[in-house]
């Protein structure tokens, strides 16, 4: 089962689904606080937003996406009522997440009992929900967590070791965004060191900088891989990628998608948003080059319900 905005699902109705995007990023870090927390929307603020994501949620529909994975962890906005109120109002699946919710600063503040005080932060998101809107209890698909550029920080690896252990507790996976392949081995370490199970861990951005070697490694491990900056003007460079993964024999754990802000595209340009370009410029590269269509649906739609399948229902 997968756990969206308007409830669980069968993995067999995910569908077509874009496993990394943002409906709209929050920088103001009191605000998104606030949504977390206390539960507070700027409701007044909601529709007119709603207004620019909607267009570019339809433009997308039309593709044969059903499903939409929101990539924003609560410290970066996400706004679960009005994402229920998009999933409602366009008719496509939206999984939430919970994952890093602080300043990371708490950490030199708190270091004691990190780890088990924010695994069970996660934990208590996932059992009692990030909120209940209209009788639905709002549960997270996924732990997402952000790690900064250069050596693997202690507050890192803490998040780390916290989802990992939230991870085990609740069933749902980890979508973990890495940018520089170097740092895949430290978090490898700390991977190993708390016996994790990388069925549930995913590498986002492992096409940032694209490298085999380490790709290969994460392969080994049995790391999910997200090919998910797939842009305008990037298709020969994620081809590339695919192409090198698929020759592994792995393609059956990629997870695609575009990386994009719909709230900032559509309020852009809502006629010319690029927003849909893994349809428009990405699978007709492919096929023109040797991976087919239909190759890329089907992992686009086995690959996410596989990942985000929860197997461990023991939460009424």
């Known amino acids: 089962m997968i756990y969206t905005v308007r409830g669980l699902i069968h993995k067999e109705e995910l569908g077509i689904t874009l496993g990394h995007e943002h409906f709209k990023w929050e920088s103001d870090e009191f605000l998104a606080n606030s949504m977390y927390f206390d539960k507070k929307y700027q409701l007044e603020n909601m529709e007119s937003d709603m207004n620019y994501i909607i267009p570019v949620m339809l433009d997308i529909k039309e593709r044969g996406v059903k499903s939409i994975v929101e990539a924003s962890p609560p410290l970066g906005g996400q706004n679960v009522r009005m994402l229920k109120a998009l999933s409602e109002q366009t008719d496509l699946h939206i999984i939430a997440c919970t994952g890093w919710n602080m300043t990371k600063q708490l950490y030199d503040v708190f270091p004691g009992h990190f780890e088990e005080q924010l695994a069970s932060r996660w934990i208590k998101d996932f059992k009692e929900g990030l909120d209940t809107i209209d009788g639905i ?163 686009m739609t086995e690959n996410p319900a596989n990942f985000y399948d929860v197997d461990k229902n023991d939460v009424d």
């Open 137 to 299: 209890i709002i549960r997270p698909g996924h732990i997402k967590l952000l790690l900064d550029k250069g050596r693997l920080s202690g507050v890192d690896k803490a998040m780390l070791i916290a989802a990992v252990r939230a991870s085990k507790e609740t069933g749902i996976p980890v979508h973990c965004h890495i940018i520089e392949a170097e740092m895949v081995h430290e978090v490898i370490q700390v991977l190993d060191g708390v016996n994790a199970d990388y069925n549930k861990f995913l590498w986002a951005h492992a096409d940032h900088e694209a490298n085999r070697e380490t790709v290969e490694l994460a392969a080994k491990k049995g790391m999910w891989i997200g090919i998910d900056t797939i842009r305008k003007g990037k298709s020969a460079w994620e081809f590339e990628l695919l192409n090198y993964i698929i020759s592994l024999n792995y393609s059956h754990k990629v997870l695609l998608s575009q990386d994009y802000d719909f709230y900032s595209e559509g309020k852009e340009s809502m006629d010319n948003h690029p927003c849909t370009t893994i349809f428009d410029e990405f699978i007709p590269y492919c096929s023109a080059n040797g991976i087919s269509r239909q190759e890329i649906i089907r992992m």
